[in-house]
């Protein structure tokens, strides 16, 4: 199973930014989707989820919007209000078991793939 983030970019703040993981090598229905990020210096946070639910951190609810094309295999962040607090190295990974219960998960621990990584810039 492999996944593939793009979509990252230098943007001003309060700008938008819409990220994309595409999973290939398996079909992305048997996975839950995790958003992380990591900034420079700083330990790797979750951002958002998604299974047959999808929760968000309360440093991104109201901005970020996860989402998933099945047939495409991809999920989707949607980032609108972008802070220069949201620069960070993005990624996304799966999990298989949170597939299976329907409940998407916020530790990295629980995540068996990962993404390369795209890198969000919000600066002036």
């Known amino acids: 199973v492999q996944l593939q983030a793009s979509g990252g970019g230098l943007v001003q703040p309060g700008g938008s930014l819409r990220l994309s993981c595409e999973v290939s090598g398996s079909t992305l229905q048997y996975f839950a989707i995790g958003w992380f990020r990591q900034a420079p210096g700083k330990e790797r946070e979750w951002v958002s989820c998604?299974?047959?639910?999808?929760k968000y951190a309360d440093s991104v609810k109201g901005r970020f919007t996860i989402s998933r094309d099945n047939a495409g295999n991809t999920v989707y962040l949607q980032m609108n209000n972008l802070k220069p607090e949201d620069t960070a190295t993005y990624y996304c990974a799966a999990d298989r078991a949170g597939s299976r219960t329907g409940i998407c998960r916020a530790l990295p621990r629980f995540y068996e793939y990962w993404g390369q990584g795209t890198q969000v810039t919000v600066s002036s």
């Open positions: 998604i299974s047959g639910n999808s």
